[in-house]
Structure formats: structure tokens, C-alpha cells
């Protein structure tokens, strides 16, 4: 299942972040507040608590803490330009990362690095990358994480193409995805139209 976020604010920020004149700093920045949306809304429903007495100025009463543990997943590279929003709601969780390449010729997904912690129980993996194009790294991505006996999975991208979707959900339809925006298509160098150009070069400044 596929949400897309409705917010004036994303809006706001989706139109900075598609900007072609819009610097690395910035980007970095728009990415990374964005990121903070996408998180809210995707562990909403997600995340488990339990109950904790807390001693306030006047009295006794009962708080709630999270009880699950968090793994957040980059994948590498433009996924670690979302981490950093991640880890500002989500900062006693535990990251590991997934790398990717793309072969520029097939658009399908070359994996050469991986470093995530396996799972022990009901852990939660929170997969991020910026761009939801082919689908093809998430796919790949998903399929590692549940090798490693994730059950609970989530992924969050901020600009997604239908046919990245429909190929997601092929796959995966046990898998939820957030993502700030359900753009038109791709184009024949499967490019996210109308995107926002290469992610991981704006984010890090490599045009």
C-alpha cells in the first residue's frame, strides 16, 4: 500500500526541492525536512508504546515511551542524505545501510555493500531513499532486509513513479510505502518525471 502525503507544507518544500536553482545546502536541507514529514505519518500507526509512570510538577500520571526497536536503512548513496532528518526524531535508533548502483544501462540495481544488523524479534526497519523510480534497489533492498528476518518493514521516498509502484507492490505487498509525491512517469532513461533530477548529486553536489 502506497500513501501519499497531502500537506500544504510538503507542497511548499517539494516545490524548493524540485527547483533547478535550488543550491545543495538548501537541498539538503528541504530533503532532510521532509524526511521529518514522511517519518511522522509513516509511524503514526507503526510504532508501539507502553505505558510509564511520570512524576510531574503536580502530580502522578502515566506517560507512554516506545517500546519497539528502530533499525533505519540508507540506501547508499542518496539514502543518507534522508538519514539525518530520521535521526532527529528517531535518535536512539540503530542504522545500517545498503549499497546500491545503478547499471545506467538496464536501470536495474547493482548491489555491492551491506551492513545491517539481522533481526532478533519484532524489530522495525525503516528503508529510505529519496528517489522511487524502477523500484528495482527498493525491491532488492526489501528482499535483504526480510533474508535477515525483518518482518515489519517500511519505506519512505520522497518523489515515487507509478511504474516504480506497481513493480513494488508485485513484489512486495506486505510492505507500506510513504512517499511526499506520485509523479507522472518515467522517461527513457528511466528519470522520474518531472522528478527532481538526481538526488544523490543535489545532495551532495556532484553535477
Not at 506517560?63 to 538519514?83: N, W
Not at 551492513?115 to 526489501?142: N, Q, R
Request: hydrophobic letters at 45%.
Amino acid at each position: 500500500m502506497i500513501t501519499v502525503l497531502r500537506h500544504p507544507l510538503v507542497d511548499h518544500r517539494l516545490a524548493y526541492l524540485r527547483d533547478v536553482a535550488t543550491k545543495p545546502k538548501l537541498f539538503r536541507e528541504l530533503v532532510s525536512e521532509l524526511t521529518v514529514f514522511l517519518a511522522y505519518e509513516a509511524l503514526r500507526d507503526l510504532l508501539r508504546t507502553t505505558e510509564i509512570t511520570v512524576e510531574t510538577p503536580l502530580t502522578t500520571t502515566v506517560g507512554k515511551k516506545v517500546a519497539d526497536e528502530i533499525v533505519i536503512v540508507p540506501i547508499l548513496r542518496a539514502g543518507m542524505g534522508m538519514l539525518d532528518g530520521m535521526l532527529s526524531i528517531l535518535p536512539y535508533a540503530k542504522v545500517g545501510v545498503l549499497g546500491m548502483q545503478r547499471n545506467e544501462e538496464t536501470a536495474e540495481p547493482i548491489p555491492y555493500y551491506a551492513k545491517v544488523p539481522p533481526a532478533h524479534g519484532e524489530e522495525l526497519a525503516v528503508l529510505i531513499d529519496p528517489m522511487f523510480a524502477t523500484g528495482g534497489s527498493a525491491i532488492d533492498a526489501v528482499s535483504q532486509l526480510k533474508k535477515l528476518g525483518y518482518r515489519r518493514i517500511v519505506f519512505l521516498s520522497l518523489v515515487a513513479a507509478p511504474e516504480g509502484i506497481s513493480r513494488f507492490e508485485q513484489r512486495h505487498p506486505d510492505v507500506s510505502v510513504f512517499t511526499a509525491a506520485k509523479d507522472e512517469c518515467l522517461n527513457s532513461r528511466h528519470y522520474i518525471v518531472p522528478g527532481l533530477g538526481d538526488a544523490g548529486d543535489r545532495i551532495f553536489g556532484t553535477l
